[in-house]
């Protein structure tokens, strides 16, 4: 008997099988570090008691003592993923309104601007940061706009009561305006 060389077509399998094989393997790695890529996304989600001491400050920042923990939480994460320095500016920030607070040189947001964290124009830089991410409810600006909070944004809170937030309609069209007395109805005499 004669021995011939294979042909193409019984060959193909194998080499599906090889890279079959390969896909496989790829695949069970890719699964089992997934896992890590996502919790290294999530490592940049700050703790708990970061979140609360940004609250507080926040609180004292913006003067108001209603602010939403996972609006807080949110907002400290996006700030610290925009800029690389935040978590440093931050803390000295926090620092330096507790001194100043426990010095009684600021004991109010009224007293900011003459006390020496508001001199300070990275500390007050800082801040207005953080008001103003809680003030208009997203951090950055251009295409790297994040948007944390759009209804709960503080500037809406002034004119809650007079005015709806932008893009939210809560009536049909001329619900602004008063609504006219009825007509009144047309009598039929009898003929």
Not at 18 to 28: G, K, N, Q, W, Y
Not at 105 to 131: C, E, H, K
């Amino acid at each position: 008997m004669s021995k011939t060389a294979p042909s193409r077509a019984s060959q193909a399998p194998a080499r599906y099988a090889r890279r079959d094989l390969l896909v496989a393997a790829l695949a069970s790695v890719a699964t089992v570090v997934a896992p890590t890529w996502s919790t290294a996304a999530w490592a940049q989600v700050p703790a708990a008691d970061a979140s609360q001491r940004f609250l507080d400050l926040s609180s004292f920042l913006t003067g108001k003592s209603d602010l939403d923990p996972v609006i807080a939480r949110r907002t400290l994460q996006a700030l610290i993923a925009g800029e690389k320095d935040f978590e440093q500016r931050y803390a000295a920030l926090a620092a330096a309104c507790e001194g100043a607070r426990q010095a009684g040189t600021l004991p109010t947001m009224a007293a900011f601007d003459t006390s020496t964290v508001g001199q300070d124009a990275a500390l007050r830089a800082t801040a207005v940061a953080i008001v103003s991410a809680w003030y208009l409810g997203r951090v950055g600006s251009g295409p790297s706009t994040q948007l944390i909070a759009y209804h709960e944004a503080l500037m809406y809170r002034p004119t809650a009561g007079i005015t709806t937030i932008p893009s939210y309609q809560l009536g049909g069209y001329g619900y602004w305006v008063p609504q006219p007395p009825p007509a009144p109805l047309p009598t039929v005499s009898a003929a």
